[in-house]
């Protein structure tokens, strides 16, 4: 695929995992919103305490992603929980049991037309793309997560594959003590359609050091095909509709500073009915699809994701706790 032997690809990766530059993790699917509760919260701290809130916000499971930005508000995170009711438990227990936090601002996302994982760097030409893409598994729509389960075995892989993606069957059957046929079956019945992995990477050395979150509106009626449209753009990580003041949430990645605008004259040419009401330059991300990074970047920890309707992580799952990992980061 790449031209190299085996050994030597497996020790570049190696060199790379180490150094907190890439990885592999894995995040339970969970595209239905009657099943579970997705939402975008900007929070507001006093001065000099954003950095402290978005550390305590990144210790929990529920917390997806956490950045620390410029602009009107703070900090955001994203958070996943089974239903509203629990969202609104979540975030009054989080914010309330948080110092100095000002004022929080909830956007409940009734869709997701694209994220994260479907991002793709480029590196590869066309060939390579549609021979990987030949070696892979048909793709599966999302099962409905409540209706399927999940017992204690799936959440516990989850767990593990959250914190290394690339864990060999063999040290899974060892860590969760059940049989090697025992792991492979559920694994197959799990990565299809209940369980997806991705590849992240730190921005920076991959040629896209700055990022930036769009707040922005666009008629109902127009809504789908706006975000079909968004979700085509390189720069486009992540979009999510939304309810609230702004229907659209748009989570991108740039070359550079200057791009911020740039990118947003490039939006209002291709879609003019589409308008930014407000928009937030990320200043650090914080946490990422449950991986704490330090500054640069670099993955230096795991809070593990969990499914919302699943079982709690157990008390042996990994060598420390979120709060330790919090710690790991906060020392970086």
């Known amino acids: 695929m790449l031209g190299v032997d085996p050994v030597t690809a497996a020790r570049r990766w190696q060199r790379l995992e180490d150094a907190g530059l890439a990885w592999v993790t894995a995040h339970p699917r969970l595209a239905n919103s009657r099943v579970v509760a997705t939402g975008v919260i900007e929070v507001d701290t006093d001065p000099g305490a954003a950095a402290n809130v978005a550390r305590t916000l990144a210790a929990d499971h529920a917390v997806v992603n956490v950045k620390l930005t410029a602009g009107g508000r703070d900090v955001i995170a994203e958070v996943q929980v089974r239903d509203l009711n629990e969202l609104l438990r979540l975030t009054t227990r989080l914010f309330q049991g948080t110092p100095r936090v000002r004022a929080t601002r909830a956007h409940i996302s009734t869709g997701m037309p694209t994220e994260g994982s ?11 793309c549609a021979r990987i893409d030949a070696a892979l598994p048909p793709s599966a729509r999302p099962e409905d997560d409540a209706a399927a389960g999940w017992d204690a075995l799936d959440a516990r892989l989850l767990e ?24 492979r079956r559920r694994l197959h019945s799990l990565l299809p359609s209940r369980m997806s992995l991705r590849c992240d990477l730190a921005r920076s050395p991959f040629g896209w050091p700055q990022s930036a979150v769009y707040f922005a509106s666009v008629p ?3 809504l789908e095909e706006t975000s079909r449209v968004l979700s085509g753009f390189r720069e486009v990580r992540a979009c999510a509709i939304t309810a609230g003041p702004h229907n659209l ?26 308008t930014v009401d407000d928009r937030s330059l990320v200043l650090r991300t914080v946490k990422h699809m449950g991986r704490l990074l330090d500054e640069d970047g670099r993955s230096v920890g795991v809070v593990p994701l969990l499914h919302p309707h699943g079982p709690r992580p157990s008390d042996t799952s990994l060598a420390a706790g979120p709060e330790a990992h919090a710690a790991q980061a906060a020392d970086c």
């Open 118 to 128: 479907r991002w793709r760097l480029r590196s590869l030409d066309s060939d390579q």
């Open 249 to 274: 949430v748009v989570d991108v990645w740039l070359r550079g500073l200057s791009d911020v605008h740039a990118f947003e004259a490039h939006l209002s040419r291709r879609l003019p009915r589409l």
């Open 220 to 222: 109902a009626q127009h």
């Open 160 to 183: 593990l594959l959250s914190a290394d993606g690339r864990m060999s069957m063999r040290k899974l059957a060892a860590a969760t003590d059940v049989g090697l046929t025992t792991v």
